[in-house]
């Protein structure tokens, strides 16, 4: 076993050993958000009451993560009844349901807050009722007395106010000091009615959870006809679709992983830093003209075309003729044979011999032979020397 990976070992377990006393001596906390999330299980989520949903509506219940706007764009409902629990709503959803109440629905709003607009066409205000540590809610209906919740945890104390006549009130929070407030109300608006409690706390599962508070909850909603109810539910309670949602939600395989990726760092940057990163070895730059040209001469040999390269040979002589030795090649006669052959020193018969071969290339209908080729290129390349 090296130095260097008892070092490591020991780094690890030291780790190890103090996340372990800090669990061990970690107390649980409690999450006191008021988050009315389905699918929480904390204090002031609603997974109780989405639970319980199904039979306290006789499995009549339709959820939907669409805004009421959307949802009644797309499918077109006969009468039935509307849950809406603490859902941040724009005003046209809101206006779509008082569309739906007016012909003859009826919508069970339990919210602590609704558009001033909206409340206005209703026939009430809301505003804030109490900064009371506790109060209990109770509906005025007679038969209804014995049933109650007390709210001993972060009760809202909204309250409605300005309430008009045709208003009916249904519930009330009542203070320790006997301070009662309006939380529980019923409008009509056309056909339907419009139910509108403002203590959504209610539902949460610190609630539900204690003895006898159910039938209070369950007064609350026999007043909606017994028929399809449609759940308004808000969109972030989809379930999260990140690939390591498992093991961040269980608090030990969260540990591990995170304890995991520090290891895993901290090897790597021990292990990196004692090791010269390699020197990438770098060719030089290869001139590969000669294997272009190598490669286009191969491809013509092999095609065995060797009018057209006699033809390429001669242009380029006569290119080079004009340009390095200024004579005019318009016309391959006699005086351009003389000019070449005063100005390059070749025989006279060399330049009458290459001229012919350059005039055989030239021609298309001239029959050409390799050896043809062969002898122009000596020729010309002699002449150009």
């Known amino acids: ?3 260097n990976f008892k070092i490591y070992a020991i780094i690890f377990i030291i780790i190890m050993v103090i996340m372990a006393l800090f669990e061990v001596n970690k107390k649980e ?3 006191w958000r008021k988050n009315f999330d389905v699918n929480e299980k904390s204090p002031f989520g609603l997974f109780v009451f989405n ?13 939907t993560d669409q805004s009421p706007y959307n949802y009644y764009n797309q499918y077109k409902k006969g009468l039935h009844n509307i849950l809406v629990v603490e859902s941040d709503m724009d005003e046209e959803s809101w206006n779509t349901i008082l569309d739906q109440v007016s012909k003859g629905s009826d919508a069970m709003v339990i919210t602590t807050y609704i558009p001033k607009k909206i409340s206005d066409s209703i026939g009430f205000f809301s505003s804030q009722m109490s900064f009371g540590e506790q109060n209990v809610l109770k509906l005025t209906d007679k038969k209804y007395q014995n049933d109650f919740i007390k709210l001993d945890k972060f009760p809202s104390g909204k309250g409605f106010t300005f309430i008009k006549p045709e208003v009916e009130i249904l519930g009330k929070a009542i203070e320790n000091d006997s301070a009662t407030h309006v939380n529980f109300i019923k409008a009509k608006i056309g056909k339907g009615n419009m139910y509108v409690h403002s203590e959504p706390l209610f539902l949460t599962n610190y609630y539900l959870l204690r003895n006898g508070n159910v039938k209070y909850t369950q007064d609350v909603f026999s007043y909606l006809n017994d028929r399809e109810t449609v759940w308004f539910v808000e969109s972030n309670t989809k379930v999260s679709q990140f690939f390591m949602r498992f093991i961040l939600s ?38 590969t003209s000669v294997d272009f040209v190598k490669s286009i001469g191969n491809l013509y040999l092999q095609e065995g075309d060797f009018h057209d390269m006699m033809a390429k040979k001669a242009q380029y002589f006569l290119n080079k003729v004009r340009i390095d030795l200024l004579i005019d090649t318009r016309s391959l006669d006699e005086e351009f044979a003389n000019k070449l052959h005063l100005k390059t020193g070749k025989t006279i018969e060399m330049i009458n011999e290459a001229v012919s071969l350059i005039k055989k ?25």
């Open 1 to 3: 076993m090296n130095k």
């Open 29 to 31: 906390v409690t999450d």
């Open 51 to 63: 639970e319980e949903a199904k039979y306290l509506f006789k499995n009549n219940l339709k959820k």
């Open 250 to 287: 269980k608090p030990a395989l969260k540990y591990a992983w995170w304890v995991f990726l520090g290891g895993l760092v901290l090897f790597v940057f021990f292990n990196a830093k004692r090791k010269q990163r390699i020197v990438p070895v770098i060719e030089p730059l290869k001139n």
């Open 361 to 385: 290339g030239q021609d298309p209908y001239a029959a050409v032979m390799k050896e043809d080729l062969t002898r122009m290129n000596q020729l010309l390349d002699e002449i150009l020397k």
